[in-house]
Nanobody, 126 residues
């Protein structure tokens, strides 16, 4: 399954962007959904994760807490990442990921996720 990510772009420091991720052809249901990012010359790192299980469960990496918000629509078809107060160090290719396995809780490990999107570039200028 190839996830469809969109919404990247160029923004000045302090600005905002909204990324979206769609699982084509089906709702994501109770799948674990997440965003990762990879800056130039850096390893891929966790950004945020979400899951709908008796309500919405979310988890954030420390560098983005209080600035980014992950959410899912009621139809369970789109996961959004609202990014506010962007910093130059947020510059990276952002990847959407999905884990369809029956698991507990959320994960910040890329190996937990089976499906990935193509990546969308976010560039924050100083």
């Amino acid at each position: 399954v190839q996830l469809q990510a969109s919404g990247g772009g160029l923004v000045q420091a302090g600005g905002s962007l909204r990324l979206s991720c769609v699982v084509p052809g089906r709702p994501f249901g109770s799948w674990r959904m997440a965003w990762f990012r990879q800056g130039s010359g850096k390893e891929r790192e966790f950004v945020a994760a979400i899951r709908r299980k008796n309500g919405w469960l979310t988890h954030y990496a420390d560098p983005v807490k209080g600035r980014f918000a992950i959410s899912g629509d009621n139809a369970g078809q789109v996961v959004n990442l609202q990014m506010n107060k962007l910093k130059p160090e947020d510059t990276a290719v952002y990847y959407c990921a999905a884990d369809p396995k029956e698991t507990v809780g959320l994960s910040d490990l890329s190996r937990s996720y089976d499906y990935w999107g193509q990546g969308t570039q976010v560039t924050v200028s100083s």
